[in-house]
């Protein structure tokens, strides 16, 4: 008797140590190899979007890579994209404000993250405002004649008021002064940090080290002030990002794998930059202008990078010859 119950203990045991090992190796298994959410659902112009999410430790890279972020609109162009490093708990965040141009259409917007294979995504539903290029609708107001009354006839009645002890507020402390942010910057948590409204240049980031480098701020601000101002640079910068966006993820890993690439697209990119800064020297106000002066700088970088080392290449073949 003593035997049959040892062994039925023992079943027992293994079965139970069985059943938690079974449950503990689901949970992992339920557990998405890549999260991403949003702090709300939705969303009005001019609003803050905190996204934040997680790679699971057996989905991760053996090179450290960052997590590429990219919002769709409901049509599928691109708003903006980043790439985020992850901290210590293989967590990632990044914020941004909702509003321009490339945010015009309300609806479910789509957020598309990647880490090497690993993929997610999430939908929050973005309300604009006033549409872009168009003017809020006025109604004149409506004029209601309210009839005359005659006021009865109330005797006076004299109060004698209690007089009333004013006690004066004790003075607030004065708050602490913030700092002052220049252009394409925000303030948050006590720090200035650039303002992201429609996507940020991966390549130029990466190249220049940072994104409140001079290079990349100018690149920012150029978009932003001159190209998104207009109806045709509005849908240049949405094709444009549609290509642009399909290759430079991958660039920006390279350059900051490979020092000797980075310096190669720092004077790679010097020529762009350089006939970009002409337009800091033309008044932009109609479509034509910004067709006309948009026309010749893609041109001009044409000529530099293709035409003019085509060339010097044929000239150096004559002259062996």
């Avoid at 001019?46 to 934040?52: E, Q, R, V």
């Avoid at 992201?196 to 994104?211: D, N, V």
């Avoid at 150029?222 to 640079?233: H, K």
Wanted: hydrophobic residues 35%; contains cysteine; proline residues 7%.
């Amino acid at each position: 008797m003593n035997l049959v119950g040892t062994t039925s203990f023992f079943l027992l045991t293994i079965c139970i140590a069985s059943y938690g090992l079974t449950g503990a190796v689901y949970a992992q298994s339920q557990e998405t190899p890549l999260s991403v959410e949003t702090d709300y659902e939705n969303y009005a112009d001019g609003n803050k979007i905190f996204i934040s999410g997680k790679v699971r430790d057996s989905s991760l890279a053996k090179n450290e890579t960052p997590v590429t972020i990219r919002i769709l609109n409901p049509d599928g162009n691109i708003v903006t994209i980043a790439q985020l490093d992850l901290n210590s708990n293989n967590e990632y965040s990044h914020s941004l404000r909702t509003g321009g141009p490339l945010w015009a259409s309300s609806g479910d917007y789509k957020i598309l993250a990647q880490y090497g294979a690993q993929k997610g995504e999430t939908i929050f539903t973005y309300s604009s405002g006033t549409p872009h290029g168009s003017s809020p609708v006025v109604e004149e107001p409506v004029v209601v004649e309210v009839p005359k009354v005659e006021e009865p006839v109330i005797e006076e009645i004299v109060v004698v008021e209690e007089p009333v002890v004013i006690q004066e507020p004790e003075p607030e402390p004065e708050p602490e002064p913030e700092p002052m942010c220049g252009q394409g910057t925000v303030l948050e948590d006590g720090k200035c940090v650039a303002e992201e409204r429609g996507g940020g240049c991966l390549i130029a980031t990466a190249a220049f080290g940072s994104e409140m480098a001079p290079q990349v701020q100018f690149l920012r601000e150029l978009r932003d002030n001159t190209v998104l101002q207009t109806q045709s640079g509005v849908s240049f910068m949405t094709g444009f990002n549609q290509f642009y966006y399909s290759f430079s993820p991958a660039i920006a890993d390279y350059e900051r794998e490979n020092p000797v690439f980075k310096e190669a697209v720092k004077v790679t990119l010097t020529p762009l930059l350089t006939s970009l800064t002409l337009l800091n020297y033309v008044d932009i106000d109609t479509e034509e202008e910004m067709l006309g002066y948009g026309i010749g700088v893609i041109l001009l970088n044409i000529g530099m990078y293709f035409v003019a080392p085509a060339a010097v290449i044929i000239a150096i073949k004559n002259r062996r010859k």
